[in-house]
C-alpha cells in the first residue's frame, strides 16, 4: 500500500496560521510515502509569500517528508508585469523547487508534475506540446505494472462547481492522448478549491480509465461551497481509497472515504471504506 497526501491551493498570504499548524500535525500523524502540492503555494507570487511557503516545505522534509510540487497560475506574479512575462517562475524555482515538471518513483507508483501556469493566461492553465512528448517519455521509462499519477495545477477536465463551471486546461485534447497513451492511473489537481473523486468517463465519454481526483484548498481563507480539506489517498493492487479530510474549527478530521476498484477498463466504486488514520 501507498499513500499520498494530496494538498493544493495553500495560498500563502492569504492562508489561516491554524489551518497550516493543522495541516502539519495531521501529516505527521498520517505518514504519507509522499505529499503531493498541486500548485498555488502563494497569494500572489510575492517573496514574502514564497518564504512563508519555504518555510513550510522545510518543516515537512526535516520531518522525514517526501514532497512533489507543481506551479499554480497565483505563483506568477499579477501586477508586477515585467516580472510575469520575462521571468515568472523565477521566485517559484529559487524558494519552492528549480524543477518546474518533477518526478519522483516509488515502490509500484510513479508521480510526475507538470506545470500548467503561464504567463499569457490569468486563471486558466495551458499545457505545451513539449509536455506531452515529456509525460509519454517520463512514463515509458518506469515499469509496465506501475502506478502511474500525473500532477497538475489546473483541472484536465471542465469542472461544475455549484452554478460555475472551472474550464479544462488548454489543449485537452493533446493531454488526454497522451495520458491514455501513458497509461496513467490518477490525476491530481487543485485551482478550484473544491474536493471530489470520480472516473474520467463521468466527466467527458472518450476518457474513461484514469480517476479524477480534485483536492480543495488546505489552507486558505478562501473557500467555494465546502470547508478547506485536502486528500489522502491509499494506492493498492487495482484499488485506490480517496479520504478527505475537513477543517472542523479545531482540526483535520476524515469526512469521506471513497474506495475505488479497477474493473474492465475503468475506476468503479466498491464497498465503504474506512477513512484514513
Known sequence: MTRIVHLSDLHFGAHDESLVEGVDWQVDQLKPDLVVISGDFTQRARTEQFREACAFLEGLRD???????????HDVPLYDVLRRFLSPLARYRRFIDETLCPFIELPGVAVLGINTARSLTF?????????????????????SEAFRVLV???????????????RAIGRQELALDAVEE??????????????????????VTRAGGVLVVQAGTATSTRVREQEQSFNVIDIGEKTATVSVFAWSGDDF????????????????????????H
Do not use: C
Open 152 to 166: 497538475t495545477h489546473h483541472p484536465l477536465f471542465a469542472l461544475r462547481i455549484g452554478d460555475e463551471v472551472e
Open 123 to 143: 486563471k486558466d492553465g495551458r499545457i505545451s506540446h513539449d509536455q506531452v512528448d515529456f509525460i509519454r517519455e517520463t512514463f515509458s521509462r518506469t515499469p
Open 253 to 276: 478530521r476524515a469526512k469521506d472515504a471513497l474506495r475505488y476498484q479497477w474493473v474492465e477498463g475503468r475506476w468503479t466504486l466498491g464497498k465503504e471504506a474506512e477513512p484514513a
Open 63 to 73: 520531518r522525514g517528508h517526501e514532497v512533489l510540487g507543481v506551479p499554480g497560475n
Open 182 to 203: 501513458s497509461g496513467v492511473d490518477m490525476l491530481l489537481a487543485g485551482h478550484a478549491h473544491h474536493a471530489s473523486s470520480q472516473d474520467a468517463g463521468d466527466l
